[in-house]
C-alpha cells in the first residue's frame, strides 16, 4: 500500500519508491518549495521525451544505474535500485533549479523533428495547434484560408472558445500590413480600424490578439489567429519568432492537405478533429467536451459516457448529450438495453443500424425518443473486467458502420484511460472520507511513530493533527491504566498481524480518555512496516454501560444496592458459608408505620425520611467487616451479615444481638422541615446455611418472619421456622380457595340483632359474612377475613356483601318485613378504594330503598389512615344518605377531638369494655364517660358482646341506649332472623 502522505522539511536528499506504472511515492518529506505531479499521475507525463526515454530503458535494463531527471523545473540527479515485484528505490538530488528558453529549444527540437520526419499529412495540425495553445495560453486559436478570388478569409479551425466558423471580408490593407511585418499584436481589439471586419471580437468579449501570416509557396495563404479574452501586454520577441516559425510549419501542412477528405477516412477526419480536445482537456470538462463534440462529428442525437462498477448490472452516467443539451449524471439498469452487450459479449464494439427501439422494447426511453440506430463501445480495465461504455444513438438509419467502428476503436485508449482515472478520482475521495470519519484514524511507522493522523483522532488527544506526527504511541498512552500491557500487543501484532483491545489515552489537558483501539500490521513492495490503527471514543458507552450497571444494581434514591443485586449476593455469600462452614444471618427490615407517613406528609418527605434511614442503616452496615446492604422495596431493608459464628446457638445468639442493636438506632427520631419522625423497624431474621434450603429460599424465609413480628408488635424480629412457611402456605391456599368460594356463591350472609335497653325492641341488625364450603365444616370469619385483607379480594368481598345487603334490605322494605336498619362492616382497603363512592351511588339508585336505613361501620384506624380524605368521603356517603358507626371504639387511636369532625352517626363499645363491665369500676367508668359524650354530640351507643343478664343490667344502668351479643340472640341466617324477629313481636 501507499504510505500517506508526509510533512515537508528542509533538504534536498529525497527518497521515493517507483511502482511498475511509474507512480512516484514519497518514502521521505519533501522540500517545502517543491510541488510533484497529482498523485496517481505517472511520472512519464512529467518528463521531457529524451528524459521519458532514458527512464524507461534503465527500467526495461533492471540494473542499479544513475540517472538526470527534469522534474518540475529542477534538475534531479537520480539513483535507481530495483526491489521486489518490479518496484525501484530512487534517492534523487533535487537541489538543482533549471533554467533555459523553453520555447528556444522546443523551436529548435520541432525544427529538427521536421527535418528527419517531414509529416505533412492533416493529422499534425490539432499537435501543432497545441504546441502553441500550450507555450502561449491563448483563450482561442484561429486557422484563416485567404480566398483571393473571393476576397474572403474562411475559418478552417479552431480550438478553445466557442466559434461559429463562419467567413469574413479579407481587407487588402490589412492583409499587406500583415505581411510586410510579418505579424500584428493588438490590444483593445474592438476599437482597432485593421480589424473592423471582425465584427465577432466585440460579441465575444476578445481584448488581444496575435495574428501571424501564413506564407504559401505561390504568397499570402491565409493567417494564424490568437485571440485572449483579458487584457494582454505586448508580445515579445521570442513570442513573435516561435508563433512565426509554427505558422510557417502550418502552412506547409495546409498546402499539402486535401480540400476535403475521403469518405473512406471518416474515422480519421474525425479523430482529426477530436484531438485537440483528447490532448489538451481531460476529467469533466473532457466527458462534457466529447459528448458536445461527438454529437456534433457524428450527428447522433444522444452521446452517453458512463462507468460500470464490475459486479452491478447498473451503469452511471457521467456525461450524456442529448438533442443538443447536456444533461444532468444518472444511473440506469442495463437489463433490457443495448449496453448490456458489454457484460455478456466479449466483443467491444456493437452497431444495430436500424429498428433499435424494436429490437429492445423494454428499453422505453428509444421510442420515447424516436432512436432508430445505436453503436457502442464496451470498455474493460486491464484485468477484463468492465470500466464503462460509449453510445451513440441516432435518430436515423445508420449508413457507414465501419466508419463508427473504426472510429470508437480509436476512441477506445483514451476513453478507458479517462474513466479509469474517474473511477480512481471517486475511490480517492471515497477512501479520503472514509479517513476523516468520526472514527479516530491514525498511521505509526514500525517504530510506533505516527506519520499521519484524522482529525477525530487529534480531537480525542486535544492536538491538532500535524503536532501527532512523530509522536511515539507510548507517549499518548496513559500509564496509570489496567489494560493490556505494551508487551502483549506487540506479540500478537508479531504472531497475528493484529491486535484489539482497550486501552486509555492520555490527552493533552490530563484527562484519561478510554478507547477501543485496532492495530493492523501492514508491509508494502518495499518491505517497509508500518501500522493502520483505528480509535474509537467508548467513554460514552462506558459511562452508558456504568449508569446502566447503577440503575440494575443500585437504588436510584438511597444510592444502596437493590434487589436484583442482593438476589446475586445472596447466592454467593451462602455458597461461601457452605465452603468455609460458617453461618450467617439474612434480616429483611421493614419500616413500621411509614405508610402513614408518606400518605400524611406527602412522598416528597417520605422519599427524604427514606433516604436518612437509608443512611442511618448505612453507618450501622460500615461498623462491622462484610455485611451488606440492600433496598429491595419501597420500606424494606436488606441486612446481609456472613461469618457470626460457626454454630447455631453462636450464630443466633449474635443475630440476636444484631437485632436489639438494629432497634436501638431507630430509637432517635429523624428530623425533616422542623418534624421530629420516631420509625420503628422490625424485622424478619433467617440463618444460613441450611440443609435442604434452596438459595432462593432464604430471602422469602426472611419476609415471612417480617410479617409475623409485624402481627406482634412494632419493633419485633422473628426468626424463621418451618412452622412459618407452614402457615404461609396454608394462607395462601386459604386465599385461593376463598376467591373461587366467591365464584361458586359459598358465601353468604348472617345477621345478628341488635336490641334496645329501654325496652323499644329491636333496633337493628348487623350484616355478618360466612363461609360454607361444600361438605366441609364452616370456615371461621377469624380465619379467612385477615387473609382477605392482605389482598384486593377484600373489595371484591366487601362489593359483594354491600349488594347483597342492599338487595335484601330492599326486599325486607317491599314485603314489610325484616329489620328497618342493616349496619355492614367496611375495611380499610374497601373504604379508600378509589371506586368506592361511585358503586354505592349505583346501588343506591338500583335500591332506593336503602337510603336512610343503611349503615355502615368502620373502625378508627380506616379513618386515622388519611383523615383528609375519610372526611370527604363520609361527608359524601351522609349526603347519600347513609348512616356511619364506628366500629370497636376505644381500642384503636381513640381521639375525641376527630369525632367533633366527622360526621358519625355511631359508636360502637368494643367488646374488651363489655367484657368485665359488671365488676371492673374502670371499665364502668371509661363506658359512663363515652356514653356522655355520645349525648352531647347526638350520636347513638351500641354494646357489642353482651353475653350475661349481669353485663346487660349494669349497662341498663350506665344508660347505654342498646346492645348486641349472644345474650339475646346469635348471627342467624335470613329466615332463622324473620322467624325471630316475629317472635319477638
Partial sequence: MSLPALSQAQHTLCFFRLDPQFHLHPLTPLPADIGLFEPGSSLLAGLEQGDRQRLEQACQAGQATRLGLTVGGRRWRCHLAPVEHGHWLVSADIRRQETRDEQGLLEWQLQRQWRQQPDDSQASLPALLDILGEQLQPDRIILWRHYEAEELLRPLYSQGLPFALRPVRADRRYLRTLHQRGGLSFGNCAEQPLLSAFDYLATDGIRHRLDMPLPFAGGPGGLLSLEYAQAHGPMSATDLQFVASLATRIAQVLEQAPALPPPSRYADDIMARLMPLLCRHTGQDFFNRLMLQLASLTGASMVLAGLQHPRAERVQAIACHLKGELCPPFTYDLAGTPCAFSRHSRERVCIHPCGIAERFPGDTMLSEQGMQAYAGLSLKDSDGQPLGVLVLLFDRPLTDSEGITALLSQLEPRVAAELRHRRDQEQLMVAAAAFETREGIFIANERMRIQRANQAFAHMCGLEPDSLVGTSLLSLRDKDTDTAEVGVILRALHHRGWWQGEQRLARADGRSLPVNLRISRMQDGLGLRHYVCHAEDISEQKASRERIEKMAYFDELTGLHNRRFMVEHIHHTV?????????????????????????????????????????????????????????????????????????????????????????????????????????????????????????????????????????????????????????????????????????????????????????????????????????????????????????????????????????????????????????????????????????????????????HRLTLEVTESVILENLTESRTRMARLKELGLGLSIDDFGTGYSSFAYLKELPVDELKLDRAFIRHVDTAPRDRAIIACILALARELNMTVVAEGVETEAQRDQLQRLGCPAFQGFLMARPMPEQALLEWLSGTR
Fill in 575 to 851: 455458597a461461601l458459608a457452605e465452603l468455609e462452614s460458617s453461618r450467617g444471618a439474612l434480616l429483611l427490615l421493614d419500616l413500621d408505620g411509614f405508610k402513614n407517613i408518606n400518605d400524611s406528609l406527602g412522598y416528597g418527605l417520605g422519599d427524604r425520611l427514606l433516604v436518612q434511614v437509608a443512611g442511618r442503616l448505612q453507618q450501622f452496615c460500615d461498623q462491622h467487616d462484610d455485611f451488606s446492604l440492600a433496598r429491595i422495596a419501597s420500606d424494606e431493608f436488606v441486612l446481609l451479615c456472613p461469618r457470626l459464628g460457626h454454630g447455631y446457638s453462636a450464630t443466633k445468639t449474635r443475630t440476636e444481638q444484631l437485632a436489639k442493636a438494629l432497634n436501638e438506632l431507630f430509637s432517635l427520631p429523624f428530623e425533616l422541615d422542623g418534624l421530629r419522625l420516631h420509625l420503628s423497624i422490625s424485622a424478619g431474621i433467617s440463618l444460613f446455611p441450611a440443609t435442604g434450603v434452596e438459595l432462593e429460599e432464604y430471602l422469602r424465609q426472611a419476609d415471612t418472619a417480617t410479617h409475623m413480628a409485624k402481627r406482634i408488635a412494632p419493633g419485633s424480629h422473628v426468626f424463621f421456622s418451618p412452622e412459618m412457611a407452614e402457615e404461609v402456605q396454608e394462607r395462601l391456599r386459604l386465599s385461593n380457595a376463598l376467591q373461587q368460594a366467591l365464584k361458586n356463591e359459598e358465601l353468604a350472609l348472617h345477621f345478628q340483632p341488635q336490641v334496645s335497653l329501654n325496652g323499644h325492641g329491636v333496633t337493628g341488625v348487623e350484616a355478618l359474612l360466612r363461609w360454607q364450603p361444600p361438605g366441609q365444616p364452616p370456615i371461621p370469619p377469624g380465619h379467612f377475613i385477615p387473609v382477605a385483607e392482605e389482598t384486593s379480594l377484600i373489595c371484591d368481598i366487601g362489593n359483594w356483601v354491600l349488594a347483597r345487603a342492599c338487595e335484601r334490605l330492599q326486599h325486607w322494605h317491599r314485603h314489610g318485613s325484616g329489620p328497618e336498619r342493616l349496619s355492614v362492616n367496611i375495611s380499610a382497603r374497601h373504604f379508600h378504594s378509589p371506586d368506592f363512592t361511585t358503586r354505592l351511588e349505583t346501588l343506591l339508585l338500583q335500591f332506593p330503598a336503602c337510603r
